[in-house]
């Protein structure tokens, strides 16, 4: 127990120290994974709202398939994204291995099959209340997936929060793609591995303290959102 | 009512014929021929059952026929016409906004936004001044006036209505009653579901009376609450046919 | 939805920081591990405005990123491999650059009295005739590739103990030296590695010395004429910098706890 209690007295030390490496790490943390829940939004909340109120012959299998890609190994979906951006592959020539556009788009392919599972469910319980009432408005699609996307816009909120808590979890799809390079690709987790494998083991435990405080204080922050919208009756 | 960024449009007349709908082996609704004139006020009557919902829901383009034929102002019924019509359900379903976001939604999805109209739909139903409530929070009498400003905002032809005040307080109801008689005054065609007896008298011109998913009586208003023809219908005034 | 996905993601390329001259080299977890680049990099880009990245990966994969043209220079210690990737075509050329020494380390209980040995087979060998538990990296890296040769030269195949006394974790020596301690298990590490690293418990070094044991790193310029996206003159400025008395004094420079980490041996 030593060694957590020396962990957690080492995470307030770099905490309170304003630690720059830390904070440098934490930034691109937060700047890479909430890119890519931005991006996941952009294209899973409009394919979630699509299946929600789509019938079409094979949906059932398509569902299916969705959902398994939830599971996606973040290793797997980050050795797809190397072999297609590495020079060697067909996207080599964008030069964009080893940045954090790489890690971006390894999280985004990660996490938007979450985004649109999760909001498919989400829009298919409003689309229940609301189809009799969107069919005499006859909207067309376009319109209804919007209006859906909007009213359930604070349930949505959670659908994100699912996909940014394990965009900035994983760590084996930015470790490849990334390359946890210093004070160029390294995030928390990369940094969690790389202090765990030196084994600074109570300095690694630190930093995955300063992670869950992190991931504490976005899912706080959201919550709060709800709340308040919840008190204007909105949600 | 001078609501000036209000107009209202003239009105469509309905006719069906051979008008079928069943679920399985039951027949919820047999073969109805009958013609609504383009204005005026048609009240439809009957018991739990009759199938006076389901008749609005195929008028409206909400189900499918199994059969027969639906046609407004003489075209068959197709999604452009149902968008001439408004539909008020007897549970508004309201969007989760403000109440003056509602009525623009369905301006907007109509193609352009239109704050003065807006905001005389809303003065129209009495709601100026829970304009940015949040629509949710609204009294059941309060929503069920917005899904009216809602349904009315959009000038239809026709005005479906499917027990709008079943639920509601007298207050609520007479105002309903009132815009509902309003609108019926400037031309637009009211098709208005209800089994509420006092509130058919008020309103109707004529009453298509239902049972049992038959078309049991369509008469002018007078003769049908003085003299009702059907057994049915004259059962049904006397208190004695329920469902 | 396309559109603003694209859009997206410009706007997000466009906010990485302008790219100064910027190499990248591929290079081995126990260099970088050790803080040697940590030590060298600063002199090196302060010198020469240039800045290096360095992916630290085994030194298998490392190859195979530089196969892909993915790094600018190739920093390794496996030289069968390195002499394959320039006689391929894929690197330019491939000069010794410095050496650091492998060792055994294990539990001070030491079960199967290794201690004190300098004749690594012998230790070998009794580690596996005593069934003491050994791990080892089991990842194709320049260590384990090291390991595996020393173990041919015993005429024992461990592997046929695989699961049993021979454990492959398929990590890097970090995560290795974890596993080894949490198992009491018998390890081989480069020095430097062992040096830094912080983990160590009851374990201590148990044999070296072995000539054997030599750890020799080469660096090669990935070949700008098969790799057009290659930073030729830079990367070859770094190596140059690296093989000159300035670069080799850096090396020789660091040290961890009084002791020296790499002896640098260019030209020799």
Partial sequence: MSDLSEAVSLALTLVLTFDSDLIEIVALSLRVSLSAVLLACLIGLPLGAFLAITRFPGRGVALTFLNALMGLPPVVVGLIVYLHLSRAGPLGFLGLLYTPAAMIIAQTILITPIVAALSRQVLEDLHLEYADQFRSFALTRAQTMRALIWDARYSLLTVALAGFGRAVAEVGAVMIVGGNIDHLTRVMTTAIALETSRGELALAMALGVVLMVLALGVNAAV????????????? | MTDSALTHAPGMSLRVRDLSHRAGARRLLDAISLSLKPAGVTVIMGPNGAGKSLFLRLVHGLATPTAGQISWGGALLSPALTRRQSLVFQNPVLLRRSVAANVDFILRARGRSDPAKRDAALARVGLSDEAHHPARRLSGGQQQRLALARALVTEPE???LDEPTASLDPASVLMIERIVADTAAQGTKIVFVTHDIGQARRLAD???FLHAGQLAEYSPAARFFDAPRSEAAQAYLQGRLLI | MLRPVLTTLTALALAMPAAAERILVQSTTSTANSGLYDHILPIFTDETGITVNVVAVGTGQAIKNARNCDGDVLL??????????????RGVARADLMYNDFIIVGPGADPAGVKGMEDVQGALTKIAETKAL???????SGTHKKERALWAETGIDPTGASGGWYRETGSGMGATLNAAQGMAAYAMTDRATWLSFANKGDF???????????NQYGIILVNPEVCANVKAEAGQSFIDWLLSDAGQGAIAGYTLGGEQLFFPNAGD
């Fill in chain 1, 223 to 235: 919550h709060g959102v709800r709340a308040t919208a919840a008190r204007q009756a909105h949600a």
């Fill in chain 2, 158 to 160: 026709a005005l479906l």
């Fill in chain 2, 206 to 208: 004529d009453v298509v």
């Fill in chain 3, 76 to 89: 390794v210690h496996a030289k069968p491999a390195e002499e394959k990737f320039v006689a391929d075509g």
């Fill in chain 3, 134 to 140: 050994f791990a080892s990296r089991g990842d194709e």
């Fill in chain 3, 204 to 214: 201590e070094i148990l044999v070296q010395g072995d000539a054997d044991m030599f």
